[in-house]
């Protein structure tokens, strides 16, 4: 079967995981992959268009070969009602809205798919305000921080392009971020099953070569891979590999079969990355101070960012004395020397 080597864009890793996960990618530079399998390449540009831009034609000039490039990741709706949180949406035309105060290239649109009624807008700073995104709304749809830049470089180069996003959230909503990146694996695993299903449904994605053959467990195809891949190399049967004692312990709880995979695929990660496990408890141990007296303390899962946020609520007097304490005594010299590498012995 002839194939269009094809280039996939994605602004951040997490986008572009279930693809890293469930294919043959293997690293050619700096978060740069090629598939043989597939001859599908994939570049993680990082935000904003410029960035976008910049690696796009970068490949494509190294590697001229490619002769397509698909646009996919997370995008804002700008008007509740029209999308719904989860649609995957083929974009139609794309929009630049690069501010006033800054010279450059100029207003150019690119049209992708004259089927499609949805129009995005690439945004060349992040939407800040509930007016800027409804101003946008005058023009499109959706909004994202990449699309035009990778469209531009396939113009200049003279590629095909196509633009897939799901709507994440909405930008009129300036409160979702956390909730955006705790759903992104969710959300790239939607676009891998939209990509092969649709885009290119002559190439489907090959099943685990192994079996999961133990009840009591609901899995997704994502974590089946997740398995697999904590399990001893040419494993062809879980219950073969999996310590009967660990099965028993989570078998025998009454919880639902999807938590209980959670549990088991925690399990695994930490007999086989105890150095993981030693990190997600020193985190826990400095959180604890603050979740014990009531906060709620949302952070990068990944530990790429050092970024807090911290939420509570309180009715009495004595809770407001209480969590300012903790609040005012928390170690956060403490919790940046995490991204710095030291961990406590």
Same mark, same amino acid.
């Given at each position: 079967?002839? /194939? /269009? !080597?094809?280039?996939?864009?994605?602004?951040?890793?997490?986008?572009?995981?279930?693809?890293?996960?469930?294919?043959?990618?293997?690293?050619?530079?700096?978060?740069?992959?090629?598939?043989?399998? @597939?001859? =599908?390449?994939? *570049?993680?540009?990082?935000?904003?268009?410029?960035?976008? +831009?910049? #690696?796009?034609?970068?490949?494509?000039?190294?590697?001229?070969?490619?002769? %397509?490039?698909?646009?996919?990741?997370?995008?804002?709706?700008?008007?509740?009602?029209?999308?719904?949180?989860?649609?995957?949406?083929?974009?139609?035309?794309?929009?630049?809205?690069?501010?006033?105060?800054?010279?450059?290239?100029?207003?150019?649109?690119?049209?992708?798919?004259?089927?499609?009624?949805? $129009?995005?807008?690439?945004?060349?700073?992040?939407?800040?305000?509930?007016? %800027?995104?409804?101003?946008?709304?005058?023009?499109?749809? +959706?909004?994202?921080?990449?699309?035009?830049?990778?469209?531009?470089?396939?113009?200049?180069? *003279?590629? $095909?392009?196509?633009?897939?996003?799901?709507? *994440?959230?909405?930008?009129?909503?300036?409160?979702?971020?956390?909730?955006?990146?705790? @759903?992104?694996?969710?959300?790239?695993?939607?676009?891998?099953?939209?990509?092969?299903?649709?885009?290119? !449904?002559?190439?489907?994605?090959?099943?685990?070569?192994?079996?999961?053959?133990?009840?009591?467990?609901?899995?997704?195809?994502?974590?089946?891979?997740?398995?697999?891949?904590?399990? !001893?190399?040419? /494993?062809?049967?879980?219950?073969?590999?999996?310590?009967?004692?660990? =099965?028993?312990?989570?078998?025998?709880?009454?919880?639902?079969? @999807?938590?209980?995979?959670?549990? +088991?695929?925690?399990?695994?990660? #930490?007999?086989?990355?105890?150095?993981?496990?030693?990190? #997600?408890?020193?985190?826990?141990?400095?959180?604890?101070?603050?979740?014990?007296?009531?906060?709620?303390? /949302?952070?990068?899962? $990944?530990?790429?960012?050092?970024?807090?946020?911290?939420?509570?609520?309180?009715?009495?007097?004595?809770?407001?004395?209480?969590?300012?304490?903790?609040?005012?005594?928390?170690?956060?010299? *403490?919790?940046?020397?995490?991204?710095?590498?030291?961990?406590?012995?």
């Amino acid at each position: 079967m002839i /194939t /269009t !080597p094809t280039l996939l864009c994605f602004a951040h890793g997490l986008e572009a995981k279930a693809f890293l996960q469930n294919l043959d990618f293997q690293p050619l530079g700096t978060e740069f992959y090629h598939s043989t399998s @597939k001859d =599908l390449y994939l *570049s993680v540009t990082g935000e904003g268009p410029l960035k976008a +831009l910049s #690696q796009t034609l970068q490949h494509l000039t190294q590697h001229p070969r490619i002769r %397509k490039v698909v646009n996919m990741g997370l995008c804002g709706g700008l008007s509740e009602g029209s999308q719904s949180i989860g649609d995957i949406l083929d974009v139609r035309t794309i929009y630049s809205d690069r501010p006033d105060d800054e010279q450059g290239v100029q207003f150019h649109s690119f049209s992708t798919n004259a089927e499609s009624r949805v $129009d995005l807008v690439t945004a060349w700073r992040r939407i800040t305000s509930i007016e %800027k995104a409804q101003e946008l709304a005058r023009f499109a749809q +959706l909004v994202d921080r990449e699309a035009w830049g990778h469209a531009y470089a396939c113009k200049q180069l *003279s590629r $095909d392009f196509q633009c897939k996003k799901i709507v *994440s959230d909405f930008a009129t909503n300036l409160e979702q971020c956390f909730e955006v990146r705790a @759903k992104a694996l969710e959300y790239s695993q939607a676009l891998f099953e939209h990509y092969f299903s649709v885009i290119e !449904p002559d190439f489907p994605t090959q099943p685990p070569e192994f079996d999961f053959d133990i009840k009591g467990f609901y899995l997704t195809n994502q974590q089946l891979s997740q398995i697999k891949k904590l399990l !001893p190399e040419g /494993t062809k049967k879980a219950s073969l590999a999996i310590d009967t004692i660990l =099965l028993a312990g989570i078998l025998g709880s009454e919880e639902h079969p @999807k938590k209980r995979t959670q549990r +088991l695929i925690e399990a695994l990660r #930490q007999s086989q990355h105890p150095l993981e496990d030693r990190l #997600q408890n020193q985190v826990n141990q400095r959180l604890q101070p603050l979740t014990d007296q009531g906060w709620t303390v /949302t952070f990068d899962r $990944d530990l790429e960012s050092p970024r807090l946020e911290i939420k509570t609520s309180f009715d009495r007097p004595e809770e407001v004395q209480a969590r300012s304490r903790a609040l005012a005594s928390f170690d956060i010299q *403490s919790w940046l020397r995490l991204f710095e590498g030291e961990l406590d012995v």
